[in-house]
């Protein structure tokens, strides 16, 4: 009934920048949270940045002044413009949007979590 939709992702030189973009296809009645995570290899899904539906951000300490989230409710997109890149920002980054409801039919779900498939960025030095 939803899918989230991300693309973007590639690899980039150190100091340069990637946007990635992920939308949320279904019949979409609402979304609280949108928002990037990533996970390199051997580490834990590490939140990078988020976005409410009333533009509250927030980032990660470390990719803080570098990157930049944004979002298009009217869409049910989100962004993530990412400069200066890092090779420590190698990772494979998912979308994720919390407490969404969507319609199936005449239903309206209950609130869920969803993510999306991964899109690798690799950054070298």
């Known amino acids: 009934q939803v899918q989230l939709v991300e693309s973007g992702g590639g690899l980039v030189q150190a100091g340069g920048s990637l946007r990635l973009s992920c939308a949320a296809s279904?019949?979409?009645?609402?979304?609280?949270?949108m928002g990037w995570y990533r996970q390199a290899p051997g580490k834990q899904r590490e939140l990078v940045a988020h976005?409410?539906?009333?533009?509250?951000?927030k980032y990660a300490d470390s990719v803080k002044g570098r990157f930049t989230i944004s979002r298009d409710n009217a869409k049910n997109t989100v962004y993530l413009e990412m400069n200066s890149l890092k090779p420590e920002d190698t990772a494979v980054y998912y979308c994720?949007?919390?407490?969404?409801?969507?319609?199936?039919?005449?239903?309206?779900?209950?609130?869920?979590?969803?993510w999306g498939q991964g899109t690798q960025v690799t950054v070298s030095s």
């Open positions: 279904g019949r979409i009645f609402s979304i609280n949270t």
């Open positions: 976005v409410t539906s009333g533009g509250d951000t």
């Open positions: 994720n949007a919390d407490n969404l409801r969507y319609y199936s039919g005449s239903y309206l779900s209950g609130r869920g979590d969803y």
